[in-house]
């Protein structure tokens, strides 16, 4: 305490011109608009490199783990690949079918890879940051998937940078089947855990039974149809009793999530235009 | 001591106001602005405080933004600049100095105190004008500002150093 009195004693003069300085720059800033605006610029600036820097940290950091999930996950498709591929072989003696099927499901679409930035799964309305905006070709409204399942979709973009309204938003409703019949209902997330979402809308005469598995529909220009969300882990009946409401266990880990893929379809513009088109038609 | 802290404060209003109402909207070819408050450093006796250098730069600099709508600009300027002014003149008057000296053409000679006037002032309009551009994007123009309203500030001190001494002497 001592020293620090002496400390204060000997050097109240830096203190000084330290305080005053920095009262003196707040008020610049706060009342400046042109310093204003270039304070907020370069440390918005600062701030987005600091966090490329922590995100890539945690990525390299988080690469055994990441390999060892794929290498599971690449063995267990391998396996199922082979187990299909015997089975499509033993029925329709068509070696072609599968690639057939892929290609015409793949037909116009593209995967831009791109990296988790900033990410958040304890709001009500969280949202995801990632590394590729419109230079990369990366429009609002395109569907976001990653190696486990779907993510969500791009919600805004800037020039390098794109927003992500994930499956984890309250305003997120992605149209979504049982995989083996044409059922389709809603998927939404309710809050709470970030592993369970609801799937409505299930038709009363519907059969199915829990751990069969839930994909996208196709029923919209977001997502192809067939992507794997999750499995079912519980069904209940919807609050009117007209149809089932499923809860789903979703396979994408959002709190773990850094490589995702971008579904960039080949006239995604000219549909999202024909769509708004049609929007405003129908409120005149 | 209270007749010497009044006589600041008037100087210190006179020097504000005159920057408020005239010396702001002086333009010289679109560059020089004169910033002559920064006289107020110069008038301080060898045996001031640190500490009362900066309270009384920072003030005066604060009253002179709030006239300019720039707020902040002056007063991080002679903030700094008061911040100098006590060891500057230390080592500019010679060792045998009385303690109390108040730099001017008598005590210093005249050469002397124009060259303390253009380190204070030529420091304070440099560190002013980067705080006003806070960038270096047009550094020509910038260049050009600084050199003239330096030179126009100076030259402004060192009237008002002279017309001191005439009424000291009436």
């Known amino acids: 305490m001592r020293a620090l009195l002496d400390f204060l004693t000997k050097y109240h003069h830096w203190l000084i011109l330290i305080v005053l300085e920095g009262f003196s720059f707040v008020l610049l800033f706060q009342f400046n608009h042109y310093h204003n605006s270039l304070w907020v610029t370069t440390a918005n600036n600062v701030v987005g490199r600091i966090y490329a820097w922590e995100e890539n940290a945690l990525r390299f950091i988080h690469l055994g783990e990441v390999n060892e999930a794929l290498t599971q996950r690449n063995l267990t498709l391998e396996q199922n690949n082979e187990v299909l591929s015997e089975r499509l072989a033993l029925l329709t003696h068509d070696t072609t079918y599968a690639e057939r099927i892929m290609a015409e499901r793949m037909t116009g679409i593209t995967l831009q890879p791109a990296h988790v930035i900033t990410n958040s799964v304890l709001r009500r309305n969280n949202f995801i940051t990632i590394d590729k905006g419109e230079a990369d070709g990366i429009l609002p409204e395109m569907g976001v998937i990653c190696g486990t399942g779907i993510v969500g979709i791009v919600y805004m973009t800037s020039r390098h940078y794109a927003i992500v309204q994930p499956l984890l938003n309250s305003r997120s409703n992605i149209s979504c089947r049982l995989r083996g019949s044409s059922y389709f209902g809603y998927l939404r997330w309710e809050g709470g855990s970030p592993l369970y979402a609801v799937l409505d809308d299930i038709p009363r005469h519907a059969r199915f039974k829990v751990g069969d598995s839930v994909e996208t529909s196709g029923f919209s220009s977001v997502f192809p149809a067939g992507i794997f969300v999750g499995k079912i882990s519980a069904i209940e009946n919807s609050s009117d009793g007209l149809s089932y409401r499923l809860k789903v266990h979703l396979s994408t880990d959002f709190s773990r999530l850094q490589n995702v893929l971008v579904v960039t379809q080949e006239f995604h513009q000219e549909l999202h235009d024909l769509e708004n088109n049609a929007d405003s038609v129908a409120s005149l | 001591m209270l007749i010497t802290l009044i006589q600041r404060l008037i100087w210190m209003l006179v020097l504000v106001a005159a920057q408020m109402l005239v010396f702001n909207h002086v333009h010289l070819f679109g560059y020089a602005t004169p910033l002559p408050?920064?006289?107020?450093?110069?008038?301080?006796?060898?045996?001031?405080?640190?500490?009362?250098?900066?309270?009384?730069?920072?003030?005066?600099?604060?009253?002179?933004?709030?006239?300019?709508?720039?707020?902040?600009?002056?007063?991080?300027?002679?903030?700094?600049?008061?911040?100098?002014?006590?060891?500057?003149?230390?080592?500019?008057?010679?060792?045998?100095?009385?303690?109390?000296?108040?730099?001017?053409?008598?005590?210093?000679?005249?050469?002397?105190?124009?060259?303390?006037?253009?380190?204070?002032?030529?420091?304070?309009?440099?560190?002013?004008?980067?705080?006003?551009?806070?960038?270096?994007?047009?550094?020509?123009?910038?260049?050009?500002?600084?050199?003239?309203?330096?030179?126009?500030?100076?030259?402004?001190?060192?009237?008002?150093?002279?017309?001191?001494?005439?009424?000291?002497?009436?």
């Open chain 2, 37 to 170: 408050f920064v006289y107020l450093l110069l008038m301080f006796p060898l045996n001031t405080e640190v500490w009362m250098s900066l309270l009384w730069g920072f003030v005066c600099g604060l009253l002179t933004d709030i006239g300019a709508l720039t707020p902040g600009v002056g007063a991080a300027a002679l903030t700094l600049t008061a911040f100098i002014q006590p060891p500057l003149l230390k080592r500019i008057v010679p060792d045998d100095a009385v303690e109390d000296l108040t730099p001017n053409y008598s005590t210093l000679g005249f050469f002397t105190y124009a060259r303390y006037a253009a380190i204070i002032t030529g420091l304070f309009v440099v560190v002013y004008y980067l705080v006003l551009a806070f960038s270096f994007h047009n550094i020509v123009d910038w260049a050009i500002s600084c050199a003239s309203s330096w030179l126009l500030t100076w030259l402004l001190c060192l009237v008002f150093e002279g017309f001191r001494k005439t009424k000291k002497k009436i």
